[in-house]
């Protein structure tokens, strides 16, 4: 089952490399999206007890993200395609991220599809005691970083 998880990622990747274009970002902009913490947590999670921040980020933050990635790095994310972007949390929420402008890029269907998964085991075994958070998010930046890497990771995270 592991072997055709990875299987299937690697294909999906190999599709987001061929469809892949200047049109949108393929990963988050490190000067407009370095990634922030959660400082004012909700909560807190897991058996490290990282803080936890409520998804909070509205329609007109959402929509000046896609625009700094357009008009400051020259993409073309239009209102028309915002339905195959979401509006990513470099840190995902459930690792202790922020719902800061510096932690959100617009990240298309395409590229989600294989870092999604990422996280979600991530997460996983952060709730489980067998990942801290400094290494899932360093697990998690290198997937988003460089999508070649997430089905060595998704396998990482398998096995633990």
């Given at each position: 089952m592991k072997a055709l998880f990875v299987m299937a990622t690697a294909i999906v990747l190999v599709s987001v490399q061929a469809l892949a274009g200047d049109a949108y970002p393929k990963g988050p902009d490190h000067n407009l999206t370095p990634g922030s913490y959660c400082t004012h947590p909700?909560?807190?999670?897991y058996p490290e007890r990282i803080p936890y921040c409520n998804r909070d980020v509205s329609t007109s933050e959402k929509m000046d993200i896609?625009?700094?990635y357009n008009e400051k790095l020259g993409y073309r994310i239009e209102r028309g395609?915002?339905?195959q972007f979401k509006i990513d949390h470099l840190i995902p929420l459930c690792a202790g991220g922020s719902n800061?402008?510096?932690?959100?890029?617009?990240?298309?269907m395409s590229v989600y599809r294989v870092t999604d998964p990422i996280e979600g085991?991530?997460?996983?075994?952060?709730?489980?005691?067998k990942l801290t958070q400094k290494k899932a998010v360093d697990m998690i930046f290198a997937a988003?970083?460089?999508?070649?890497?997430?089905?060595e990771i998704i396998e990482q995270l398998q096995e633990m």
């Open positions: 909700d909560n807190y999670r896609i625009r700094q395609q915002r339905a800061e402008i510096t932690n959100l890029w617009p990240q298309h085991l991530a997460c996983q075994r952060m709730a489980e005691g988003k970083l460089d999508l070649s890497k997430a089905p």
